[in-house]
């Protein structure tokens, strides 16, 4: 199975992103995800030939597709680019078509029919190489667009205008004002849609632009003399030697060699606060160097970057589907043929009623023109964009859309301890030999030699505080989550080292944090302490007042467990757990009531994930973006109420679009229907409408959350 990703231009409405799916789905691709928004398609395909074939199809249904090995169709540059232009050529010929109809104007020659025909032609031409060549298209896809109801009401009413013009029957048989007004506004509507859903799109934008910037690149001459070259980032491979100097950006994600410098990370993490980093430190590309500088190593390119990383899951994200979305993508793909056939029903049931055919035709093509699917298919898209967008410029992430919307029904929040609600940094405050056979130089050794291999907290603290070049080599050497490792020496014997779950047959102790034994003898014992994350308590009393209920949740001991809850007022407590207990308590919880569980993403995986929305404390990595739902990046627990505050109000903003979409159409249709708006005023409200939609999404950008 191949994972395919494109670029697909040309899609403007849900329905382009509808035809696309489906069309992708009946030529055998699976996990297809198509995002109107920003024209990002993906899929999985059996044969790498077949996404040759399936860019040939989409191709032929008026849309450009982008993507490698997808061989380039010689492009046709159209006589007009984009909607503005098509809108600015076809005012001129509007506006002086509807002339004739102020009050008071009399322009005799416009009041010919073949002057109005051959003024709303160029128009009509215009019109229909766009909408209609698109409405054709739909239809010969089986899922028609909004395009066939342009289509169809500006070609009424310039047919029966020009029907008029041919047989003479008069003024009150002439609309061809109305035809090149339909096109015209629609053309204008189309453009501040656009304009208006593309902002949508700045923050991902932003991080997108920083991708591309110059480096400086080391090299060095047949005299080992250092030579600067300034070349793309995209130039870059692993290994390669880069200078950064003070107000240049990191030119991909590097380790520091030499130097120090002060990193502003604010577009990755969302903390304008400079960070310091010194020699072994890794810097992560896009972030900025505000003082210093540094010679680093080049340890990641391209898409392997953690930008990189982040703005594919960024995009993944925005191109899933949420719940509500839904419900208004089945109504969407039904939304055409309905409106047809209003339409049809209210030209028949007008003409009956009033015993003229004009003013029935006229009601029917404002039915057409007023009706916008395009407004259901985007509401929900529309606000994801926005909400995914912020959170990750405030250096949250989220892995997919749903976890967005599932974020208003959380009742309670589940805290791991180490790393979560602690800084997880360790310092060693006490430790005891529990024999003499053994001296004290001698046990700092094989504390070392076994804790250099976990990648537990307190494991790292320990070794980073004992480190020795005359390490023990071992023979085996096993890690089990929860307990410790265990290791044996070239000599046969058995070593552990753990929590006290390890030592239950040779102590009763159970009150220190490391265990440390040798062929089923205690060795000895080690205390560490860990400090409170100084933003803990005012994170757990925002849950606590926004009826959150929190609990704490932790493989550390109970006495230890029970002292942190009480200094934050947390009330519920459960401890010395292991990763297997985690993973069954998170999930009798969230089987319970819908449950966050907010974890340092490594050993808390497996509960992360069982989560009704699992957090992961993590730093910026590729290891914990993958092990939860929703990753804080920059271990910074202060995010937490940001990212629930988002996910209520993008889900809000949801509501509130598809609140709109759907009352405009319930009741637009029947005002057009009724007769109290022209097909004019009824394409103008129809731009309109899509307008709102987005200028409501985009107040996410500024929106108080928190």
Sequence with gaps: MEKVQWKVDGMHCANCALSINKYLQKGGASNVSVNAIDGNVSFDVVEAQKSQELAKGVAAMGYKVEAEGVAKAAERKPFLKNHLQRFLFCLPFTLVLLLHMLPGVHIHFLMNPWVQAALTLPVFIVGMSFFGRSAIKSLRNGIPNMNVLITTGALAAFVYSLTGAI????????????????????????????ASVQSTQRSLSALVKSQKVMANMIAFDDQHQEHIFPIENTQLKVGDLVQINTGEQVPADCKILWGDAQLNESLLTGESLPVSKTKKDFLIGGSIVEEGAVKAQVTAVGGDTVLSGIINLVKKAQGEKPPMQQMADR???????????????????????????????????????????????????????????????????FRNAKSLELFKDITQAVFDKTGTLTTGKFAIHNWQLATDDVSQEEFKRIVYSLEKYSAHPLAKSIAAAWKTREEIRWKTIEETKG?????????????????????????????????VLRNGALLGWIDLGDEIRPEAKAVVQYLQGRGIKTILLSGDLYANCRQLADSLGISDVIAEQTPEQKLQKVAELSAATPTVMIGDGINDAPALAKATIGISMSEASQ????????????????????????????????????????????????????????????????????????????????????
Aim: hydrophobic share 55%; with cysteine; charged share 10%.
């Design 623 to 706: 290891m914990a973006m993958q092990s939860a739902h929703v990753v804080l990046m920059g271990n910074d627990l202060q995010k937490l109420p940001m990212a629930l505050g988002l996910g209520r109000h993008t889900y809000l903003t949801i509501k509130q679009n598809l609140f709109w979409a759907f009352a405009y159409n319930i009741v637009a249709i029947p005002i057009a229907a009724l007769g109290f708006l022209s097909p004019t005023f009824a394409a103008l409200a129809m731009g309109v409408s899509d307008v709102v939609l987005g200028i409501n999404s985009v107040r996410l950008f500024q929106k108080k959350v928190v």
């Design 331 to 397: 109504i969407s793909a039904i939304f055409v043929p309905t409106v047809i056939g209003i339409a049809l029903v209210t030209l028949v049931v007008n003409w009956l009623v009033l015993k003229e055919f004009t003013p029935a035709l006229l009601r029917s093509i404002a039915v057409l023109v007023i009706s916008c699917p395009c407004a259901m298919g985007l509401a929900t898209p529309a606000a994801i964009a926005v909400g995914l967008g912020r959170a990750a410029r405030n250096g949250i992430l």
């Design 167 to 194: 047989l003479g029957l008069g003024d009150n048989y002439l609309f061809f004002e109305t035809a090149a007004t339909i096109i015209t506004l629609v053309f204008l509507g189309e453009y501040l849609e656009h």
């Design 483 to 515: 307990l410790g490792l265990t290791a044996t020496d070239m000599q046969g014997n058995a070593y552990a080292i753990g929590s006290s779950r390890i030592a239950g047959d040779v102590t009763g102790e159970k009150n220190h944090n490391v265990y």
